[in-house]
């Protein structure tokens, strides 16, 4: 990898990712059969969605380097299908899928070619991407998805240089969205992030609060705003 940048996020993906399989080493079938955080869906679906998630970006990545366009999760509905149907499986063949998948996606960002990571490509229908952000992309679904496994892990708990990267990236894809609200983001002791027009309001709070509030899944309850708390698009990761 020449790019320092793509380098460190990888890094960091990695790390994220280790923590997590750390983390699931004795975890049992009952475990995994239990609710997580997010609405109609086990433990087991959230490991599953990040294994395919590895796998697609892993797909993405070498389709570019082969001069081929796929889509990263392949037909419509294939997703869904593919995460309800590995849900149910044992709690041994979860966490081997998430270890496998990972080791997969960073031996493949790993040996592209280093011209891959300047392409942009569709990687949802009406969603596309710079494939350098790849590694990123891996940063949040790592961090995010162990919090809503719900058990234990929390926003508080993400390393500080996980944290900053993850505030760029909430930032740039907000500001990507359609008609992105504005506003500005004041993590203690940062500065200012964001709009800087006069009248944006200002969210201020711990960064991991904010971060975890821009991605849609918090209330930002217990974040202070300069004038009525912005409304923000649909939750992501």
């Known amino acids: 990898m020449a790019d320092a940048q ?23 079938d009952a475990w995994c059969r239990a609710p997580s955080l997010l609405p109609d869906w086990s433990r087991g679906h959230v490991l599953t969605h990040l294994a395919r998630n590895a796998d697609a970006l892993a797909r993405l990545a070498r389709a570019t380097a082969d001069g081929r366009a796929v889509s990263m999760y392949g037909p419509e509905g294939a997703r869904e ?11 041994a063949t979860l966490v081997d899928d998430v270890r496998t998948s990972a080791a997969r996606l960073s031996d493949t960002c790993r040996t592209v070619p280093d011209t891959v990571w300047d392409e942009v490509r569709e990687w949802r229908p009406g969603r596309s991407q710079p494939l350098r952000t790849i590694p990123v992309a891996r940063l949040v679904e790592a961090e995010a998805h162990r919090v809503d496994l719900g058990a234990g892990y929390v926003p508080a708990d993400w390393p500080a240089s996980s944290c900053n990267l993850l505030l760029s990236t909430a930032l740039t894809r907000l500001a990507g969205a359609p008609s992105p609200p504005l506003l500005r983001v004041h993590p203690d002791g940062q500065p200012p992030r964001g709009s800087d027009e006069p009248e944006a309001p200002t969210v201020s709070g711990p960064i991991h609060e904010l971060v975890w509030w821009l991605m849609g899944r918090d209330d930002g309850s217990r974040l202070s705003c300069t004038g009525p708390l912005p409304d923000l698009p649909a939750a992501w990761a």
Not at 81 to 91: F, K, L, P, T, V
Request: net charge negative; glycine share 12%.
């Open 81 to 91: 299908a593919d995460i309800e149907a590995g849900a149910g499986r044992d709690a």
């Open 6 to 28: 793509i380098e460190a996020a990888l890094g960091l993906a990695e790390a994220a990712t280790g923590r997590l399989l750390d983390a699931l080493a004795d975890v049992d």
